[in-house]
């Protein structure tokens, strides 16, 4: 399975981490990675939520050693309060702290078809502008770093696919199954569903609304000096709170 082209170039320029769990997306995009000859070490957190948690974590060791890798661990214990916002904290503010302190230039996550859709539904659900329904991009400046999701593509059944046809292990999250959790239930009720149907005309759609995005933004900026932006007021100020 090859990659954008254009993700293709920041990653082979760059110093890369790349955010693992052993699930299904994040295990097919450190196989799909090594097969584009894209040069990355890995990091992982054990929320020691699961009685897999510890063979998870051996996994990822073992593909690190395999595969001559450098590899970051944190164990933590959550409340499960707030579970999906504190995880999300701890795990960034982890992968900040590494990037930062290995000078890494770009952070890889394994979201998917699925992902960027079940967010979209999310959004939607709760009332959302233009720029929030699209939500996750393939490449996105952060504070000294690029997130780089080159997924958004790829339905997750393609990628449970090509796990089963390599005979790559991988592992199940079953939290994933619990629907008390708002994103899981979106999930299993309507945007795994949708996309088993749909998925070339979601693809193409979320494709045009990259490109409408893209050309705003292009209009709307005056000039660009490196890391600087300057963003001509369009007096839409959700329009001008989100550029």
């Not at 320029?13 to 990675?33: E, Q």
């Not at 890494?104 to 079940?118: G, K, M, S, V």
Request: hydrophobic share 40%.
């Amino acid at each position: 399975m090859r990659l954008d082209d254009d993700v293709l170039n920041v990653l082979k320029r760059g110093k890369n981490l790349l955010a693992l769990s052993c699930g299904v997306d994040s295990t097919a995009l450190f196989f799909i990675l090594k097969s584009n000859t894209v040069e990355f070490d890995i990091a992982i957190i054990d929320y020691s939520l699961r009685e897999s948690s510890i063979d998870e974590v051996a996994y990822a060791k073992k593909l690190a050693k395999e595969f001559n890798k450098s590899i970051f661990i944190k164990k933590c214990h959550l409340q499960k309060s707030n579970f999906e916002k504190n995880a999300r904290d701890v795990r960034y503010s982890f992968f900040k702290e590494i990037i930062k302190k290995g000078s890494y230039d770009n952070l890889i996550t394994a979201h998917q078809l699925n992902d960027r859709f079940e967010w979209f539904l999310m959004q939607l659900s709760k009332g959302a502008g233009f720029l929030e329904l699209l939500g996750m991009n393939k490449i996105e400046k952060r504070d000294g770093f690029n997130l780089i999701r080159p997924l958004l593509k790829v339905p997750k059944e393609e990628l449970t696919s090509y796990l089963n046809k390599n005979s790559i292990r991988y592992f199940e999250d079953i939290s994933n199954s619990d629907k008390n959790h708002f994103r899981n239930l979106i999930r299993d009720e309507f945007s795994n569903k949708f996309i088993k149907n749909y998925a070339n005309g979601v693809k193409k759609s979320f494709s045009y609304l990259d490109d409408d995005k893209n050309l705003i933004a292009k209009n709307s900026t005056i000039k660009s000096i490196k890391d600087l932006t300057i963003i001509k007021r369009t007096n839409i100020s959700r329009v001008d709170i989100f550029h």
